[in-house]
């Protein structure tokens, strides 16, 4: 099992960038898939963006596909999620996610074992 705590939230404008921010503890993160999920109010939680922590591989939903940017520091074991171009409906709580490999195509919050407690993003129109 892995500890996660995200970071990095806020309020920003339409337009504007934030880096979300996951430290992970507890254990080495090699062959680990580490994801971003988000929840908007009153919707399902819903996969963002996950990278193959030894390979480097990742995939990206198609809403978030050219604006955001999943990446990892294996210095400080550490997650990222660039988020530029925000939109209004980019507003969510957002949770980092981890789950022992194979693939980086798994989107389904029941395929990741360890989860954050969130962050919340909101951007303002």
């Known amino acids: 099992q892995v500890q996660l705590v995200e970071s990095g939230g806020g309020l920003v404008q339409t337009g504007g960038s934030l880096r979300l921010s996951c430290a992970a503890s507890?254990?080495?993160?090699?062959?680990?898939?580490m994801a971003w999920f988000r929840q908007a109010p009153g919707q399902e939680r819903d996969f963002v963006a996950a990278i193959n922590w030894s390979g480097g591989g990742s995939n990206y939903a198609d809403s978030v596909k050219g604006r955001f940017t999943i990446s990892g520091d294996n210095t400080k074991n550490t997650v990222y999620l660039q988020m530029n171009s925000l939109k209004p409906e980019d507003t969510a709580v957002y949770y980092c996610a981890a789950r022992i490999g194979p693939t980086y195509y798994f989107s389904q919050t029941r395929q990741y074992n360890d989860w954050g407690q969130g962050t919340q993003v909101t951007v303002s129109s």
């Open positions: 507890g254990r080495s993160l090699g062959g680990y898939i």
